[in-house]
């Protein structure tokens, strides 16, 4: 069973920086797209960051020029680097990542969310 670790949520002030982290645990044979959503309270989710196994990352509109999404392959983690923070920011932050199992089927995970305040 893979579940997915995330870490790195914390309370900032405006204008700080966080940097979250994502990996997967259990047995898989590759992990493809792997990205950022947010939930604030009483919103959506909605797109922070994704960044393909190979190609080009995406952002949400909202943190363009921000945040930066990246992964390490040799380590099947993922961060992501959240500057310039803004109350507008403060969300549950989860790690989403689609994969090919063992048996070569395809499945897509949520982690359980880490909590990103911004706050003075």
């Known amino acids: 069973q893979v579940q997915l670790v995330e870490s790195g949520g914390d309370l900032v002030q405006p204008g700080g920086s966080l940097k979250l982290s994502c990996a997967p645990t259990g047995k898989y044979f590759s992990i493809e797209t792997m990205g950022w959503y947010r939930q604030a309270p009483g919103k959506q989710r909605e797109l922070v960051a994704t960044i393909p196994s190979g190609g080009s990352t995406n952002y949400g509109d909202s943190v363009k020029g921000r945040f930066t999404i990246s992964r390490d392959n040799a380590k099947d983690t993922m961060y992501l680097e959240m500057n310039s923070l803004k109350p507008d920011d403060t969300a549950v932050y989860y790690c989403?990542?689609?994969?090919?199992?063992?048996?070569?089927?395809?499945?897509?995970?949520w982690g359980q969310g880490t909590q990103v305040t911004v706050s003075s």
């Open positions: 989403n990542v689609d994969l090919y199992g063992l048996g070569y089927e395809r499945a897509n995970y």
